[in-house]
């Protein structure tokens, strides 16, 4: 495993980060298709062993209980300032607008949760899961501040975000003494690479570490078409973000497929080595313990500026999907607000 320094952080990361939205009691939350106590800890457990010391999940993710199983697999089998633990806050909830909390007030109350939750205390990396429109973002910028002052986190990112809003929240930071974004978590893959336009150079400028989500384009990238998971059959929100697109995008992995037979190695090793040469850390979602095989071989798997020109040449503009197609003011009269 290769380490890296996660952006302008003293936080050093595995180049593979793990996903754990896999994670979490499949009774309760958005997905029917995670993993219980027992087959997530096996699979942290592996990770472990081959060298991942990143791991990412959310409050959000099956309602808690991906953190909890997270939190106390960690404890068990790791020394805490060995590891590098990511989760992440929602917007606020109009009830909890309507009830006067206040941007602040609802991330020290989700922050307090997630600690508990994971059982620790501090959190790594702290993100803003989802740009709010309706709360002012110097507030959100002074709740997280105040985490970082108080040592409840080391370092703050943001996930789903345009590249203006990230040059704008961090410019506001600075000019008011707070903490600025040292990560962005976008969708980014093969298939999916409209970050490229804005967002790549910002974070080069600025030294904003990339640590992209659904780097494997829902399984898409890890095998053919012909093959089914649990996760492809039951997540109609993974089935959504590329059904669209899908004939442009057979092109692309079909050349995946192709390069994976040269070499002799997987899809995923050959679309993550790709994804290696691009961004600080990929965050790679693993229920099985040949998805970890995959991603620790991609990190030694160097290709050719020949074979990944042959990987993008194919690409064509994707319309934004998931998250990021609802970033966006909900009426016309909507403005975004940047302070009080």
Known sequence: MEYIRLGNSNINV????????????????QHSWTLGETESRSIISYGLENGINFYDTAIAYQLGSSERYVGKALRDMAKRDEVVVATKFLPRTPEQITGGLSGQQAIEN????????????????????????????????????????????????ISNCFAWQLAKANALAVQEGLTPFTSVQSHY????REDERELFSLCTEDNIALTPYSALASGRLSRQEDTQTMRSVKDDYAKGKYEKTAQQDQLIINRVAELSAQHGVSMTEISLAWLLTKVTAPIVGATKK????????????????????????????????????QNKLQTKDQKQVWSK
């Open 14 to 29: 595995s180049r593979i980060c793990m996903g754990c939205m896999g994670f979490g009691d499949p009774k309760i939350g």
């Open 110 to 157: 989700s922050l307090n949760q997630s600690l508990k939750n994971l059982g620790m205390d501090y959190i790594d990396l702290y993100i803003y899961h989802i740009w709010d429109y309706n709360t002012p973002i110097l507030d959100v910028l002074d709740a997280l501040h105040q985490a970082v002052q108080s040592g409840k986190v080391r370092a703050i990112g």
């Open 189 to 192: 893959n093969l298939i999916m």
């Open 290 to 325: 040949h998805h970890i095989d995959g991603a620790v071989k991609a990190v030694n798997l160097k290709l050719s500026s020949d074979e990944i020109r042959y990987l993008e040449e194919c690409y064509q503009p994707h319309n934004l999907s998931g998250i990021m197609a």
